[in-house]
C-alpha cells in the first residue's frame, strides 16, 4: 500500500508532538526535579509550573488510575484509526488536526505505559483554568478545535459548490 505524500505530513506533526512533549517532560523530571518541588512559580499568579500524576485521561478526568492499561490500548486504537484516516485526508487542516490528536494520544501512552500515570505539569489556575495539563494534552485539543473547524469549513464549501452548480 502506498502512503500518500501529504500523509507523511500527519505522521510528522504527530512525531514532533511526542518529541517536544516527552523532552519537556523530561525537563521537569530531570533538569527542573518538579517532581520533588511539587511547584515552581513562574508568574505567579498567571502561570506555574506544578507536578501532577494524572491517572485518568486528558485534565485528570476519571483519575483513579484504574483504566491504565484500557486508556493505553484505546489511545493506540485511535491513533492508528487516525493514522489510516490520514492515508485518505486531502485537507491541510485535516492532516494537521490528525497529527496533533495522534501525537498527543502517542505522547500520553508513553507516559501511561513508562510510569503507570501521565506527567502533567503546565498550570494556568492563576487565570480561572482549573487544569494543570501537558504539551500532549494541548495537541489533543488544539487538534480537537481543528477537526471541529475543518468540517465546518468542508461542509460551508460543498454547500458553495452545490449552489453553484444549481446556478
Do not use: H
Amino acid at each position: 500500500m502506498k502512503i500518500p505524500r501529504i500523509a507523511y505530513a500527519a505522521y510528522g506533526f504527530a512525531l514532533c508532538v511526542i518529541v517536544l512533549d516527552q523532552l519537556t517532560k523530561a525537563w521537569v523530571l530531570g533538569g527542573l526535579d518538579l517532581r520533588e518541588l511539587r511547584q515552581i512559580e513562574v508568574w505567579p499568579p498567571i502561570f506555574n509550573l506544578t507536578w501532577v500524576e494524572n491517572r485518568g485521561v486528558s485534565f485528570g478526568l476519571f483519575g483513579d488510575g484504574s483504566g491504565r492499561w484500557w486508556l493505553s490500548l484505546f489511545a493506540i486504537a485511535v491513533s492508528g484509526i487516525l493514522g489510516w484516516w490520514a492515508m485518505k485526508a486531502d485537507r491541510r487542516l485535516l492532516i494537521t488536526a490528525i497529527g496533533l490528536v495522534m501525537g498527543g494520544a502517542l505522547g500520553n501512552v508513553i507516559d501511561r505505559i513508562r510510569f503507570g500515570f501521565v506527567i502533567d505539569f503546565l498550570d494556568f489556575s492563576g487565570t480561572g483554568f482549573p487544569w494543570v495539563f501537558n504539551v500532549a494534552d494541548a495537541a489533543i485539543n488544539i487538534g480537537v478545535v481543528l477537526l471541529i473547524l475543518d468540517s465546518l469549513l468542508s461542509e460551508r464549501a460543498a454547500k458553495v459548490g452545490v449552489a453553484a452548480e444549481k446556478s
